[in-house]
């Protein structure tokens, strides 16, 4: 057990639905980071939070938002999703702001299928 | 063109074989992570450096910085290193991330 806890582990849903992924970081850990794995696209950078507040932003879809909550448990809300959005969804967690002080620690991905 | 490039794609190797896995990147960064990815799915983070070398048991990591290249080593390997192996890079401008499209690494004992 990493320490970080992403619910569901397995969703199966159809297309035009939408979701949510659950990540609570690892104890102590005040950042919060959103990764797609697909198959075709390897693994792709998402959104950054920490301490409740956006920090980074990457390839994600207008269609997905996500936030960080006081608690600093994050939710990654998937909407219309499309057969394409079927992926392993990671979330990390840090210490630090910038992984430049610091390593991180995976969940073990929530497998989204979209049928 | 990736801002990351990893070689090689594929490698099997013998059980004790030294292995070198190799990351060039093109973009300005802050760190570069060695990650390890488990047939299972599951992902662990090796190293993060931002410059010169690091050690955990069998694995060593590599950066120079002037060259843009970083490499992972693994001596005398086992079978229980088989994984894929990604190279991953945060920008220097803090907003961006890039992930080399891994290196599947089998040993065979």
């Known amino acids: 057990d990493s320490g970080v806890t992403q619910t569901p582990k397995h969703l199966i849903t159809a297309t035009g639905q939408r979701v949510t992924l659950r990540c609570s970081p690892r104890?102590?850990?005040?950042?919060v980071y959103w990764y797609q794995q697909s198959l075709d696209q390897g693994l792709q950078f998402l959104i950054q939070y920490y301490n409740g507040e956006e920090r980074a932003k990457g390839n994600i879809l207008e269609r997905f938002s996500a936030q960080q909550f006081p608690d600093l448990h994050s939710e990654l809300n998937l909407s219309s999703l499309e057969l394409g959005d079927s992926a392993l969804y990671f979330c990390a967690s840090s210490v630090a702001e910038h992984l430049a002080f610091g390593g991180y620690t995976f969940g073990s991905g929530t497998r989204l299928t979209v049928v | 063109k990736n801002e990351v490039e990893q070689s090689p794609q594929n490698l099997t190797a013998q059980e004790g074989e030294f292995i070198t896995i190799n990351c060039s990147y093109s973009v300005g960064i802050s760190a570069l992570h060695w990650l390890q990815q488990h047939p299972g799915g599951g992902i662990v983070s090796l190293f993060m450096?931002?410059?010169g070398k690091k050690k955990h048991g069998r694995l060593i990591a590599t950066i120079n910085i002037q060259e843009k290249h970083s490499s992972l080593h693994i001596t005398a390997s086992h079978p229980r290193d088989s994984a894929v192996y990604i190279c991953?890079?945060?920008?220097?401008?803090?907003?961006?991330?890039?992930f080399g499209t891994g290196t599947s690494l089998t040993v065979i004992p």
């Open positions: 450096l931002s410059s």
């Open positions: 104890s102590g850990d005040l950042s």
């Open positions: 991953a890079v945060r920008s220097d401008t803090g907003n961006q991330f890039y």
